[in-house]
């Protein structure tokens, strides 16, 4: 019953008041639409790109997608576009006002905006009071961004190509230092390579042994067997053991010239679904929707204020 009667009093009110609401509502309408214009408020042209990320290695947990917006919002990248741009002249503010750089950054974020869409692309959107700025701006960004994801890119390449480096040269020494000794043994002792030589000396010892009149000739290969006893099992096991670090040698140079290539080529970090073009209409500001609220938000205010007077006048008469 209570809301009844408040909605009979507001239908009253509106219609005992409807010609001086409608007047407002035109003055509204006149004001909003001549502050609105571009004679007040600079109008401003809207350019934007999608784009996929590509090639990008992930550093720890994240996507690829939230890392190229990481990289973008970098103030490496910002400050490149407000270099290039004289975005404190076109923002008009002066760099060296006390808040200059906050200031900057907040008109930055307000004109420079990126979000990730649903499918994993990124979207950058930039508004600029010359539609040819505009879409230069976001081209500008997509040059930083890949120019900046390759530094990163190159510098974590140039990391594991100091420590693939250092890793060869330990193993380089490690088999001077092997092939050295085994040098030693081949030249001091005659072994060249164990196996066969160890299968000759058997079948020779054999053979001299088991024939009565070949005994005398068991002196000519009692060296050799001696060397075998003496540094065989040493020779074998370094050489075991220089195949093995010969084997890691060649994987370590392998990834050492692979990381070389990454330090080397010169790639682009996305791929570009939908290119910024040229805008031919603003998007700031959105007329309608200034006047409509500004229309909505003083017939609010005057309905409030008119209940408000009858409401005393009521009193006034009671």
């Known amino acids: 019953m209570s809301e009844y009667k408040n909605n009979s009093e507001l239908l009253g009110l509106l219609l005992k008041w409807w010609k001086q609401l409608a007047i407002i509502s035109v003055i509204a309408i006149v004001v909003s639409a001549v502050f609105s214009s571009s004679f007040i408020i600079t109008p401003k042209y809207q350019s934007f790109a999608v784009l996929y990320p590509a090639n990008i290695i992930p550093m720890g947990t994240e996507t690829q997608t939230e890392q190229m917006m990481q990289v973008l919002e970098s103030d490496v990248i910002r400050d490149s576009v407000v270099s290039m741009y004289h975005l404190y ?155 093995r670090v010969r084997g890691g040698y060649n994987d370590l140079k392998e990834q050492l010239e692979a990381a070389q290539r990454d330090v080397e080529k010169n790639l682009t970090y996305c791929n570009i679904i939908t290119n910024p073009v040229v805008a031919d209409k603003k998007a700031y500001p959105i007329r309608w929707l200034i006047v409509t609220v500004s229309v909505l938000a003083t017939l609010l205010v005057s309905i409030l204020f008119l209940g408000i007077m009858e409401n005393f006048r009521e009193i006034e008469a009671n």
């Open 89 to 243: 002249e076109a923002y008009q503010i002066d760099p060296e006002g006390k808040s200059a750089r906050t200031e900057l950054i907040n008109q930055y974020q307000e004109n420079v905006v990126y979000s990730k869409t649903e499918f994993e692309s990124v979207v950058i959107e930039v508004l600029d009071e010359d539609p040819v700025q505009a879409r230069d701006m976001v081209h500008s960004i997509i040059t930083f961004f890949n120019s900046k994801e390759r530094s990163l890119q190159q510098e974590k390449s140039l990391e594991l190509v100091k420590i693939l480096d250092t890793q060869l040269k330990k193993k380089k020494a490690e088999m001077d230092s092997m092939d050295a000794i085994l040098t030693g043994i081949r030249q001091d002792y005659g072994i060249l390579d164990y196996s066969l030589q160890t299968e000759y000396a058997t079948e020779r010892y054999l053979e001299v042994i088991s024939t009565p009149s070949k005994k005398m000739n068991a002196k000519e290969i009692e060296p050799l067997l001696n060397a075998l006893k003496e540094k065989g099992g040493e020779f074998m096991a370094l050489n075991e053991h220089l195949w």
